[in-house]
């Protein structure tokens, strides 16, 4: 199959993407990411950044977005397993089937939906393109499925882009 983009011989395969070449997929999804970065106004110009590093797939993920990141907004950036010191931001590796499990949870428990007031980096980033990701940035580890997540995996393959529609649902909630 060849890239949706640029023609290339693509060989990812996600449904809701098409098929996409290694460097258009990675493209793509640090995209996505800088957009809900400026939408969303999260960094600012030397802002002090702690990344949480709990030495999962997601944290590495996050530090590649934000060395990306770094070369175009000037930003102090320290990696720590653990939050110690004062920083402006703390940036978890969080994404967004998490935050979709967060928003269900608050759904059936009747509790009130609130957004943590750490940045979630990694939002708008499927555990399927993060698994993806994993094999193009060539990292090890794994993606760990919660009972919720493989439910959520479920719908999304039997309703394509009810993940996404599900967290455009809780953004809403959380604005009201």
Same mark, same amino acid.
């Given at each position: 199959?060849?890239?949706?983009?640029?023609?290339?011989?693509?060989?990812?395969?996600?449904?809701?993407?098409?098929?996409?070449?290694?460097?258009?997929?990675?493209?793509?999804?640090?995209?996505?990411?800088?957009?809900?970065?400026?939408?969303?106004?999260?960094?600012?110009?030397?802002?002090?950044?702690?990344?949480?590093?709990?030495?999962?797939?997601?944290?590495?993920?996050?530090?590649?977005?934000?060395?990306?990141?770094? /070369?175009?907004?000037?930003?102090?950036?320290?990696?720590?397993?653990?939050?110690?010191?004062?920083? &402006?931001?703390?940036?978890?590796?969080?994404?967004? &089937?998490?935050?979709?499990?967060?928003?269900?949870?608050?759904?059936?428990?009747?509790?009130?939906?609130?957004?943590?007031?750490?940045?979630?980096?990694?939002?708008?980033?499927? &555990?399927?393109?993060?698994?993806?990701?994993?094999?193009?940035?060539?990292?090890?580890?794994?993606?760990?499925?919660?009972?919720?997540?493989?439910?959520? &995996?479920?719908?999304?393959?039997?309703?394509?882009?009810? /993940?996404?529609?599900?967290?455009?649902?809780?953004?809403?909630?959380?604005?009201?």
């Amino acid at each position: 199959m060849k890239c949706i983009k640029c023609q290339n011989s693509g060989t990812t395969g996600l449904k809701h993407l098409g098929p996409m070449c290694n460097k258009c997929f990675l493209r793509t999804i640090e995209k996505r990411v800088r957009k809900d970065l400026t939408t969303n106004k999260i960094f600012a110009p030397n802002d002090h950044i702690l990344l949480i590093n709990d030495k999962s797939v997601k944290a590495a993920i996050c530090r590649y977005f934000l060395d990306s990141i770094k /070369k175009d907004i000037p930003l102090d950036i320290h990696i720590k397993s653990i939050k110690t010191g004062e920083y &402006d931001k703390i940036v978890t590796s969080a994404n967004l &089937d998490y935050e979709i499990e967060s928003f269900l949870e608050s759904l059936f428990t009747n509790k009130p939906y609130t957004q943590s007031k750490e940045v979630h980096l990694l939002r708008t980033v499927s &555990d399927e393109e993060i698994i993806t990701l994993k094999k193009i940035l060539k990292l090890k580890g794994s993606v760990k499925k919660t009972k919720m997540g493989k439910i959520l &995996d479920k719908l999304e393959k039997q309703y394509p882009g009810s /993940k996404f529609g599900l967290f455009k649902s809780s953004s809403r909630t959380s604005a009201v």
